[in-house]
């Protein structure tokens, strides 16, 4: 019911409330609360036509499953720092592979190769690619801002409004 979903402090304030006024306050909410489920609704029917123009996007790159080539994976990255910063993203994703594969990747990795594949109109593998950056690290401001930006490129506002603000704290 409405009153699962009404903050404590609300619900208190609601108690000291005469029969009818209470009445009225909580048909309110609860049409607030259908309201918000209708718009998530919507949301979500959005997102999955979303998905479905996206399916014409290449597979995910590779992702890392064995191996512990720390060296490699260090040279990678700096090449992979290189190219991003030249905005040769196609050439930063390959480095970006590499250094992926070669060693366990750290989710400012998984965040960067995010930032690329999402250059390089890839929306679903870079999101992906944010969800393990945030497995890693739920506080990774980059990975929330960068995934952000794609649900804003996706149009998906609300996500993008809490991610972003997520990333600012």
Avoid: W
């Avoid at 949301?43 to 790159?61: G, H």
């Avoid at 690329?116 to 870079?126: D, G, I, M, Q």
């Amino acid at each position: 019911m409405v009153s699962s979903s009404i903050p404590t402090n609300v619900q208190q304030v609601l108690d000291k409330l005469e029969g009818s006024d209470q009445a009225i306050m909580k048909d309110y909410f609860e049409q607030l609360q259908n309201d918000i489920d209708e718009e998530i609704e919507e949301e979500e029917d959005v997102e999955m036509s979303d998905n479905d123009s996206m399916d014409d996007e290449p597979p995910f790159p590779p992702q890392y499953e064995k191996g512990e080539d720390y060296d490699l994976t260090g040279e990678m990255k700096m090449q992979a720092a290189d190219l991003k910063s030249a905005k040769d993203y196609a050439g930063a994703l390959e480095k970006y592979n590499a250094a992926i594969v070669a060693a366990p990747p750290t989710s400012l990795l998984y965040a960067n190769r995010a930032f690329v594949l999402n250059e390089l109109k890839r929306p679903r593998a870079a999101l992906h690619d944010c969800s393990k950056a945030l497995e890693q690290n739920p506080d990774s401001a980059k990975a929330l801002r960068i995934r952000g930006k794609i649900h804003m490129g996706l149009e998906q506002y609300r996500n993008a409004l809490k991610d972003l603000s997520e990333s600012q704290q």
